[in-house]
Each structure stands twice: as structure tokens, then as C-alpha cells.
């Protein structure tokens, strides 16, 4: 299948809202020189689309999800496609200020979401090819969210000053409307490589069953074995997730890439051995953090305990979202994921970057994944 693709790749550019600390800490990264350069041997590589770039957007889960849907149909139909992230997008904000102005305004509103949220588009309303709805209006070759973000915003504040019980029955018009404005209307169908297609039979000719996927996750805070509603501010919906030793989860996600599942991954990419520009993310040992780039290093050894209090005291946080498409090792036989990101292709990999495993144990938050691909973690 041809791929089509409109998005125009502008290479890195800084986020918007919640990445905007994260790019200090990039961009500071990337002005260093390194002399020092890994050499990688792929073990798997699974079929993906072309590395995306989310532009001025806080819209990684969406890119995320949609291109871990892509790898999907491939893998189930062999349909290969390039999904439109914005559909999502444009699904997904009503529902957002549907709860902001129920909780009274006592609830995040930002442009952030998770995985399960592009899976409940699917499951809600469908999927659409890129062609079919871009998000793009009056010429625009790429996307920047800065005013429509703010236009929310400012609309649900005022929404929920007003007294008391005297909710406006029009918000959802008047949200509509702003992202209509912005990103478009909704198409209720479209035509693809000569047919037509609604939404859900799209979503169905591509075999992709919203049901069959599961939020994974490792925190001794709750009882491994259960679900529960983790604690980050971008769960609005309060998807749920398995809790699973860390163990089990790095093993789960290896052997899903080797059988030829990828990973849809969330994560904190606010350390310095986060590196897009080296297209690589380490976590050095104590002592070692001015080696970077400038030659091996030894890495920290992460543990249940040492990842959990990353979490509990916030140096670990859902920062960004992408998607891991392959496996690979280094010259000294160490294991890397290879993960697609969305900041366009501008690093010596094509946009893609390989995670070493420490850094995998200590800064995943979840990963979503299909439920075969882990029936022995489920047992």
C-alpha cells in the first residue's frame, strides 16, 4: 500500500505547555560535542511509517498511539497506512472539558493525554487515514496549537465561573466550534484508494480491535498482579494499568518485539542521557555523567526500589510518549530498544533512538501493548 503523507518535516522544534521544560533540558543536551559514537546491530526491526514530527503541539500520545496502530494493521491486515493523529485530537478535546466543567474546573485541561485515549477514539468514533483529515487549515503546512490551546482554556475558565448549577447547555457548541475553527470538522466519511469508508468500518478494514490491548505498568505502590488508576496528571480518563514487577515488564516487552509486536511507550525524557539529537538515551552511574557522548559508559543499576523512588518523588514523570519498533545491541553486546519519536527526523537515526535498558527500568512510566503479546505476564 502507498503511504500517504502531508506532514511537512520541519526537523526539531520546541513543544508547547508541558514540554517546554523538557526542551530546555534537550536542547541544552544537543549543543554538547561528542566524540565518542555507538555502533548498533539490529536484532528486530518491525515494520512502522515514516517518523512524524508533532511540530508545536503537546499532541505525543496522539503520534504515539497512531503510529503503534499503524505497526498494528500492518502486523494483523497487512494494510499499510498513515493514520491522521489530529482525528484523535479533535475526538478527544470535548471529552476533556466534559470533565473539567463537571469537576468544577478541579480537574487538568491541557493538551496532554495517554495511550488508552487514541484507543478510545478508535473504539468511539474510528480512524481515519492521514489524507482524510489533516488538521490543517488555510494553508497551514504544519502544526502549532499555541492559540487554539489557549482559546480552550480561556473558554472552560469562563465556562466555570459562572454560578453554581447555571452550567451554559451550549459549552459543547461553543468547544466544537473553537476546534472546528482550528483543526476542522470531523469527517462522517471518506473515500480510500477507491472506497468508501465510515470512521468504524476504516478502523475494521484495518483489524484493529480497541479491546484487545492493556496498559502495563511497575510500581510497588500498588499490589502487583491488579489494575489501578496510576496517579499522572495526563490520565484524565483514569485509564487503568497492570501492575507487574519490573522484571516482567522489560522481559514482557522484549519478548513481544522479538515475536514481532511493537510497543506503544510512555516516559520521562528529562534526563541528561536523553539525548535526540545523539538519537540515544542512557542512564550513567554515579560518577559518570560527564562521559556522555565523549565515550562508554557504565550505567546505573535499576531496581524495584530504585525506579519506585523515582517515582515517588517526582523525578520520574510522564513526560512524552513514543513508540518502540525495534531491538538492537551495541558494540559491547548490550541490549537497546529502538524507538520511533515525533520530532521530526532530524538526528543521525532518522528521528529514531536507541534506549538502552537501564534507562527503560527506571524511566518508564507504562507501555501499551496487545494482550496476546503478553498472555504469560496476564496468567
Not at 466543567?101 to 484507543?119: E, N, P, T
Request: glycine share 8%; aromatic share 12%.
Amino acid at each position: 500500500m502507498k503511504i500517504t503523507n502531508k506532514f511537512i518535516y520541519t526537523g526539531f522544534v520546541s513543544l508547547i505547555a508541558s514540554f517546554f521544560l523538557m526542551n530546555i533540558s534537550l536542547l541544552a543536551q544537543d549543543a554538547e560535542s561528542g566524540s565518542f559514537s555507538y555502533s548498533f546491530k539490529s536484532l528486530a526491526d518491525i515494520t512502522a511509517t515514516s517518523v512524524k514530527n508533532q511540530c508545536q503541539t503537546g499532541t505525543c500520545w496522539s503520534y504515539s498511539t497512531s503510529s503503534f496502530l499503524e505497526s498494528e494493521a500492518a502486523r494483523i491486515s497487512g494494510h499499510v497506512v498513515d493514520l491522521s493523529e489530529m482525528a484523535t485530537v479533535r475526538y478527544t478535546y470535548p471529552l476533556k472539558a466534559d470533565i473539567y466543567l463537571r469537576m468544577q474546573g478541579k480537574y487538568q485541561f491541557s493538551a496532554g493525554s495517554l495511550c488508552h485515549d487514541v484507543l478510545n477514539a478508535a473504539s468511539g468514533w474510528g480512524l481515519a487515514p492521514q489524507e482524510a483529515y489533516t488538521g490543517l487549515q488555510d494553508g497551514e503546512t504544519f502544526h502549532n496549537h499555541g492559540d487554539m490551546d489557549a482559546a480552550l482554556l480561556a473558554t472552560v475558565e469562563a465556562l466555570v465561573k459562572k454560578p453554581s448549577g447555571t452550567l451554559d447547555p451550549r459549552w459543547k457548541e461553543t468547544i466544537d466550534g473553537i476546534l472546528d475553527t482550528y483543526l476542522g470538522e470531523l469527517p462522517t466519511s471518506f473515500d480510500f484508494e477507491g472506497t468508501s469508508y465510515t470512521p468504524e468500518s476504516f478502523r475494521d478494514y484495518l483489524g484493529i480491535d480497541p479491546q484487545a490491548y492493556i496498559n502495563i505498568t511497575s510500581f510497588s505502590h500498588h499490589p502487583f498482579g491488579k489494575t489501578f488508576i496510576l496517579e499522572v496528571p495526563d490520565n484524565f480518563s483514569k485509564g487503568e494499568f497492570y501492575n507487574v514487577p519490573l522484571d516482567d515488564l522489560q522481559r514482557s516487552v522484549e519478548a513481544a518485539i522479538v515475536n514481532g509486536y511493537t510497543v506503544a511507550w510512555d516516559a520521562d525524557v528529562s534526563e541528561k542521557g536523553f539525548s535526540f539529537r545523539n538519537g540515544m538515551a542512557l542512564l550513567p552511574a554515579a560518577g559518570e555523567e560527564s562521559k556522555l557522548w565523549k565515550q562508554e559508559i557504565v550505567e546505573a543499576d535499576v531496581t524495584q526500589e530504585s525506579r519506585q523512588k523515582g517515582f515517588d518523588n517526582q523525578t520520574t514523570t510522564d513526560d512524552h510518549l513514543m513508540h518502540i519498533v525495534g531491538l538492537a545491541t551495541d558494540q559491547s553486546g548490550k541490549k537497546y530498544f529502538v524507538i520511533k519519536n515525533s520530532w521530526g527526523q532530524g538526528n543521525e537515526y532518522g528521528g529514531r533512538q536507541y534506549i538502552s535498558m537501564a534507562y527503560f527500568r527506571a524511566k518508564t512510566i507504562a507501555v501499551l501493548i496487545h494482550k496476546d503479546a503478553v498472555k504469560r505476564v496476564l496468567r
